[in-house]
């Protein structure tokens, strides 16, 4: 599978997906650390892909995603930013309530 088509099926396939260096647990950069904390106090499961480990799409995300550094948050299909951007949004409330709503009609879709 080329690997733009690998990164159209993660997004596809996960609502929230986190673009990282490194994992949640073990984060390899501040900003991936403070990007990943964000998400993990919004209190919602999401996946993620660690670029070190996935070279490919750590050449090609930024091109496809027209945004050049990481981490790069996506929610349903659509890129939200970069730490900076994540950090502001939490801290002005705009974040968890977007990640309640996504994760709540996913298990709905689950369910179903």
């Given at each position: 599978m080329e690997t733009?088509?690998?990164?159209?099926?993660?997004?596809?396939e996960?609502?929230?997906i986190l673009y990282m260096k490194g994992s949640p647990?073990?984060?390899?950069?501040?900003f991936s650390s403070q990007a990943s904390q964000v998400l993990i106090n919004c209190g919602q499961p999401f996946?993620?892909?660690?670029?070190?480990?996935?070279?490919?799409?750590r050449?090609?995300?930024?091109?496809?995603?027209n945004w050049p550094?990481?981490?790069?948050?996506?929610?349903?299909?659509?890129?939200?930013?970069g730490c900076d951007i994540i950090v502001e949004m939490f801290q002005t409330g705009e974040l968890k309530p977007?990640?309640?709503?996504?994760a709540?009609?996913?298990?709905?879709?689950?369910?179903?």
């Open positions: 733009i088509d690998r990164i159209k099926q993660q997004i596809a996960n609502p929230i647990k073990l984060p390899s950069c501040g996946a993620y892909v660690d670029i070190l480990q996935n070279p490919d799409i050449a090609e995300l930024p091109a496809f995603a550094t990481f981490p790069q948050l996506w929610v349903e299909g659509e890129l939200i930013g977007l990640i309640d709503e996504v709540a009609k996913h298990k709905q879709e689950d369910a179903e």
